[in-house]
Nanobody, 115 residues
Framework: EVQLQASGGGLVQVGGSLTLSCTASGFAFDDYAVSWFRQAPGKQRELVAT???????NYADSAKGRFTISRDNPKNTVYLQMDSLKPEDTAIYYC?????????WGRGTLVTVSS
């Protein structure tokens, strides 16, 4: 069974940092890209960052220069390092994978940035 488990959310002040983790199981982790999405209250879910199987990364404009996505294949884990956090980064963050054509979502982790 494919599973993606996000963790690491919490309350942080403006300008602070937080690192999210997405731990995967049930598939050949090394062979797939993993993405982070987020959904703020009252807004649609949006893509934040993606890391490919070959470590190519892509970021939403809102994340460029502040967030860093990385992966540790032996640990089946993808990280999202978030720096210089802003109130508008407040959201539930989800990790996502498309495995053999099926879309999988992890349970989200809440990030709250207080001003």
């Amino acid at each position: 069974e494919v599973q993606l488990q996000a963790s690491g959310g919490g309350l942080v002040q403006v300008g602070g940092s937080l690192t999210l983790s997405c731990t995967a199981s049930g598939f050949a982790f090394d062979d797939y890209a993993v993405s982070w999405f987020r959904q703020a209250p009252g807004k649609q879910r949006e893509l934040v960052a993606t890391i490919s199987r070959s470590d190519t990364t892509n970021y939403a404009d809102s994340a460029k220069g502040r967030f860093t996505i990385s992966r540790d294949n032996p640990k089946n884990t993808v990280y999202l390092q978030m720096d210089s956090l802003k109130p508008e980064d407040t959201a539930i963050y989800y990790c996502n994978g498309i495995i053999l054509g099926d879309v999988y979502w992890g349970r989200g982790t809440l990030v709250t940035v207080s001003s």
